[in-house]
């Protein structure tokens, strides 16, 4: 299957997005519905590693995948090539998904049909952290070549993710990154944060983040 | 020298923020000061860019520094130390900066003093793109990790800079990245940017961004 649907989605209604956000964590939860709000800047690698955890996860797991983007249809062609289910969402020039976005991407997918559903919001590390999407986790990567410094430049990103994905490892060698100071800042933020260093083009490290996501699935579906 | 201000800069009060940013670059004009507006995603390598600038064209101008982030002084620090007065404007969440707020920093930063100003915008390759700081003339990075596809997904962007720097060329041997595409993909977007290829770490390339930044300046300031 490499069929996508592209969805223009609305600009949101709701004066309240927390409540909103809540409500749908709610309906999600009652459907048995896991969803993940995956974030970054562009070019982490957001893709890549859903692309690995797909082809991990997927005889475990019924997946589907909302590609959220400004524009482009670059996403949702390459995760429908993995043979689940995927649609692009068009934010219409939005610089990130809110609880009411993410709902009209829910709908288009149907997302009851799923046991677990992955939002790749927008790449960007400001704005998507400001707007609760309703997700039941938040994960985010940060990739090597983008440095150690990010916690410090956009704390808020970092403070509101459950998981953090260092991803890019195996560049290690042609970059100065430092895990210890990027562990500490991230710690320093959000105490209660799993970091794991991968590479989604290796392999390498991804059981880690197989296994957390694996534990959140089941937690949240029983 | 390496103090530097911390500004924090207040949600501007203006409607019109194109009305604005033609009269702030009328001023600018005026007054002979050249406002160069940097952007890119985080960690493409706008500050080390910056730092080889500074290194390169500081005998020839009276170069000032405007670092704008949500958060941490790490940029106004490491750019201090150049030896160019810099100051780091604080957006308070902001995404981005329009007009009003770009005055601010100028104000801040006593702007008349200057032959060249440089604002480095918030790291993010959406919001920026929708306002019009009142800059004399835009230019991005790209890092070659980010990859080739950036011009598909983030089409505002490429298409209001005059000149497009495609970063950390030194790195090419661990990424898949398509020098053609790239060029191909912004030249249908922005038929005249201009774009360049280096390594703000090694230097290679750089001569030609100066080249055409002399040249920026020196039309401007004439």
Chains 1, 2 share one sequence.
């Not at 995956?38 to 982490?44: A, H, W």
């Not at 960007?124 to 410094?149: Q, R, W, Y």
Request: some cysteine; glycine content about 6%; proline content about 3%.
């Amino acid at each position: 299957m490499s069929d996508y649907k592209v969805i223009e989605i609305k600009k949101s209604v709701f004066e309240n997005n927390d409540r909103e956000a809540d409500k749908l964590r709610e309906k999600l939860k009652e459907n048995k519905t896991f969803l993940l709000n995956l974030m970054s800047s562009p070019g982490s690698g957001k893709t890549t590693t859903l692309g690995r955890t797909i082809a991990a996860l997927k005889d475990e797991y019924k997946i589907g995948v909302m590609e959220a983007d400004i524009d482009s249809e670059v996403d949702a062609k390459i995760i429908s090539q993995t043979g689940v289910k995927a649609i692009q969402l068009h934010t219409g020039g939005m610089c990130h998904l809110d609880a009411g976005m993410t709902q009209q991407g829910l709908e288009s997918i149907e997302a009851d049909e799923f046991d677990f559903v992955v939002l790749e919001n927008v790449g960007n590390l400001v704005c998507p952290a400001e707007f609760d999407t309703g997700a039941s986790k938040n994960a985010m990567l940060l990739s090597v070549p983008e440095g150690d410094d990010k916690p410090l430049k956009y704390p808020l990103m970092f403070s509101i993710c459950d998981c953090v994905l260092i991803n890019k490892i195996d560049t290690k060698s042609v970059f100065d990154f430092d895990d210890e100071a990027v562990v500490e800042r991230i710690k320093k933020l959000n105490p209660k944060a799993e970091i794991y260093f991968i590479s989604a083009k290796t392999g390498e490290g991804m059981e880690n983040w197989f296994n957390w996501l694996r534990k959140q699935i089941d937690n949240w579906n029983k």
